[in-house]
């Protein structure tokens, strides 16, 4: 019996360092010391931000978004994601500029302990050099790097994060805007015998069917093994396990197992039932009622995303300010 397949769990970047700067898109790779000059992308401030720097990230920046640059086939649309990357390179650079500005530089003694914590992920020295060249870093490039996102970092947690709040009235209207996410939906969990009918099949063969699931459904109304009888006698491939179809919510059976797994009571056997496979038996195990999480429960959750997105809008904003109080130019056709 077909089911409705779970979507694919997301890989995260195995490489990443710190996770606030994970979350506010500023993890950005510097281009390697020694990498060809291919032109500059943007200057801000008088400071170049290279084309290869762009290209390099723009693939990571795809990734992340689940996407490749052989999948973009809309030229209009490859314009956007890469203005966008660039976009995110001259927010890190307006923000690296303001670090320093401020005196917010990470000190050597904060870069070397960062470092540590990245060189204790490998277990040999080949590995680690392998990590560094994929990221196209030497050693001296990538202190260089992780000097700029402490800095970044320290500059979000000290002047910009503080003014964040999230208050109860957000935090209720959140929830109630997003209850589904909170809801956990009946579900109910069943066993089956099929007996399955090729398309088109004629009235002969359905009443053969039948007449077979009719003794079927005789031996379990009788007391006989629900679970027994789906192995000797189902078509389905569940029979191996004894005509179990697990845990399942409403829409995700055909139309009558859907109506008769949410009326029958646990251990109560179905009649006859037909759908586009055939005819089935169907045997209640057991039922879940809907389910949700309260407010209070669900509030440190719904806390930390609006923190995080409130977070991320405000480094935004402060970008867009240094922007426009700044000179930022784009030196390619995007």
């Known amino acids: 019996m077909r089911r409705v397949a779970r979507p694919p769990r997301r890989v995260e970047r195995p490489l990443q360092l710190l996770g606030l700067l994970g979350l506010l898109g500023l993890l950005v790779p510097a281009a390697p010391a020694a990498a060809q000059d291919y032109g500059t992308a943007a200057r801000v ?171 079927v459904l005789a031996q379990a109304r009788a007391g006989a093994d629900f679970a027994a009888l789906a192995r000797s006698h189902s078509d389905d491939p569940s029979a191996a396990s004894g005509g179990d179809l697990g845990w399942f919510g409403r829409g995700q059976l055909p139309v009558s197992l859907d109506e008769a797994a949410f009326s029958l009571a646990p251990g109560q056997v179905s009649d006859v039932l037909e759908s586009p496979e055939g005819l089935h038996l169907l045997r209640l195990e057991e039922r879940r009622a809907e389910t949700v999480t309260p407010l209070e429960e669900a509030r440190p959750g719904i806390e930390e995303r609006l923190l995080q997105e409130r977070r991320r809008e405000a480094v935004e904003a402060r970008a867009a300010a240094l922007r426009k109080a700044g000179t930022v130019e784009v030196l390619i056709p995007l």
């Open 45 to 215: 401030n008088g400071v170049a931000i290279s084309s290869e720097r762009l290209t390099r990230y723009f693939q990571e920046f795809l990734g992340d978004k689940g996407r490749s640059t052989v999948a973009i086939r809309s030229p209009s649309a490859f314009k956007e994601l890469k203005r966008e990357a660039l976009d995110r390179l001259i927010e890190q650079e307006l923000l690296w500029q303001e670090a320093r500005r401020r005196k917010r530089v990470a000190t050597d003694a904060e870069v070397k302990a960062a470092v540590r914590r990245f060189e204790a992920q490998f277990p040999d020295e080949r590995r680690r050099r392998l990590a560094l060249e994929r990221g196209g870093f030497t050693d001296e490039s990538y202190r260089g790097w992780v000097r700029q996102q402490l800095s970044i970092a320290w500059l979000v947690e000290r002047d910009i994060a503080p003014t964040i709040r999230v208050g109860a009235a957000e935090v209720r209207a959140d929830y109630q805007a997003t209850l589904h996410r909170y809801t956990r939906p009946a579900e109910a969990r069943a066993r089956q015998v099929l007996a399955r009918l090729p398309a088109g099949a004629g009235d002969e063969a359905r009443a053969v069917a039948r007449a077979r699931l009719e003794a």
